[in-house]
């Protein structure tokens, strides 16, 4: 379960304070809603540990995330835009969410080969980034979440299940594409037991994607 | 803001900085005298001759490391912040970061960027001329301004010339076959604006710690011999210096020649930047092959004057007229001609490509509502290119005034500029007075520079056709 208690920030140079407290079940989905400037995308950063509260503690399973790095918390994050390297291709991309050295086991490599197979981007491996559309894009961005998240869980033990932190990414596809990559979403906590929480501004997506809706109030 | 001195300083401004510092009578060895004058038993050795390679190379550091500065850090600033997030997402370590992110970001112009670095330095003249401390450390353009002015012997000048010719163009090809190359010079002269924030910034505190040590090493590399400068400069010989005739007629001299310059190069480089607007737009009446051959033939016959040093382009003056002509009485013209066939081809570059945008961009509604000529330049032109405009002014007016490149072959007893007095200062050792004139060459120089940023914010006021005027008479008419 992951559970953020009472979780206070501030943007320097702005007088409103951000607040939030939430929990999320564990194998579950849970869709992120508010109006701009509620603090949506700040939520996820603060959870992933790209930004830190002022007061307050982030836990997963009970232990704090407090201080930890980002490569050293449970995390795989989807953002909006910039999710790939363009002057890398699609593998090495992929590979890079795994090991930062570029190194792979056998068996990373297959749970590579076989996401992108079961995401319909099979045989893609040496395309370049900039030569495939804004789905598959993004579909090679979930296929290094999933294959991340499946590594971590196999090898860090002291894990129990790594957290899928999806900030607004499908909002710019076509509503077919969105449809299909949030279906891989569905599939990845169902199947594989992954945590999921989604920033959007579309309230079709909780009923896509079968979560629960939290709304966030604009800060005072 | 720091690397944007390196291209209004005049290079004998910074070698008269270097010397302040490391010179025979330079603060360090001033240091040493005192310090030997308290120590009674001890006898601290002096800093041997500055001149030389060591002095040669420091100096073009000195003017290239911002260069290098300007045109890398707006390409790491550029990489979006998700792949920042993603580096540290990933795990990636400082050097991982480098290998994955930075060096894909700096990579497609670290070999352009060379390449001009070697350009600057491979035709560098006034450095040379007066850090190199004689023959055995020259460039083909010190070689060519002896054989001029010293040894009068054409025709080595000829065969100088004609190599130096033969290498800058071989160049130029180089250069007209990789597009950044052309992206380079106006990335580094472009202001740079403070970076907002700092992911860049390792999240290592040693490395941190040997980021911060390189910057300040930067830093100080750039700000000491410039002091130093205005500590000696604004010490002894000031007041002598400042009641010369010969100063006030040099400064008069650099001072006409600088406006002159920016004035024509901003009108030439805007006049072929909409020149170059109106061939693209008529692709279709033209035909793309014969555009295209215009295009070529034109962005060339700009770009060759970036590659042509001063003083290959002087000695082809020098000795197509000196037939027809007393070039010395000539020289200013002389002068002029050469700082703004110089200055063209990087205000040519810094011009075209936000001229090109916008010129594509608003056609359609110029030739729909019929504004043409002057009124859609003043209107519609000028306040979007202000900022440029201004730039170009004060900056062609800055390198002008500073220039010591033509003037060397051409400067008599008649015809002085300050850089070329200040050039003679410091070739007969009257250090004080060499360093008191380059001060006020400084001086002059920032003020003409910031004479071109206060034309951009003047040229960038809002022009509106609202006269209020207009309506109390239109509201008469109709009562």
Known sequence: MLEVIDVRFSYPNQDQQLHFHLTVPDHSALVVAGASGSGKSTLLALIAGFLTPSAGDIRWHGASLMGLSPSDRPISMLFQNDNLFPHLDVWTNIALGINAGGRLSPDSAVLIRESMADLGIGGMETRAIPTLSGGQQQRVALVRALVRARVHHEHQAGIARPLLLLDEPFSALDPETKENCLGVVRQMVNQFGLTAILVTHDPNDAAMLGADVFFLKPAA | MLTGLAFVIPTTVAASGLLAIWGRHGVINQGIDQANALLPFVTIPELPSFFGVKAVILAHIFFNAPLMIRVFLPRLLSVPDNHWRLARMMGMTPFQQFHWIEWPAIKPMALPLMGLVFLFCFSSFALVLMLGGGPRVTTLEVEIYAAIRIAFDLDLAVGLTVLQVVIAFAVLGVMMLHPMMRQAMPQAVMPMRPPARFMLASPSPLLRGVDMLVVLGLVVMLVLPLLALMVKGLGGEMIAVMTSTKLWRAMGNSVSIALASALFVTGAAMVSAEWRVLVSLKTTQLGQHKTQIMLILMESSVMVYLILPAIVMGTAWFILLRGVANVFVIAPFLVLMANVMMALPVAYRLLIGKW????????????????????????????????????????????????????????????????????????????????????????????????????????????????????????????
């Open chain 2, 356 to 479: 090109m945008t916008m010129r594509h961009q608003d056609e359609r509604l110029r030739l729909a509502y019929g504004i043409r000529g002057m009124r859609g330049f003043r209107y519609l032109t000028i306040p979007v290119m202000s900022r440029e405009i201004g730039l170009i002014f004060g900056m062609v007016a800055a390198m002008s005034m500073g220039d010591l490149g033509v003037i060397a072959l051409f400067a008599s007893a008649d015809f002085e500029t300050l850089p070329w007095l200040l050039f003679q200062q410091a070739g007969r050792y009257r250090v004080d007075e060499a360093a008191a004139t380059a001060v006020i060459l400084m001086l002059v120089v920032v003020m003409l520079f910031g004479l071109g940023h206060g034309l951009g914010r003047w040229l960038s006021l809002p022009r509106s056709l609202y006269r209020a005027s207009d309506m109390t008479t239109h509201a008469t008419d109709h009562s």
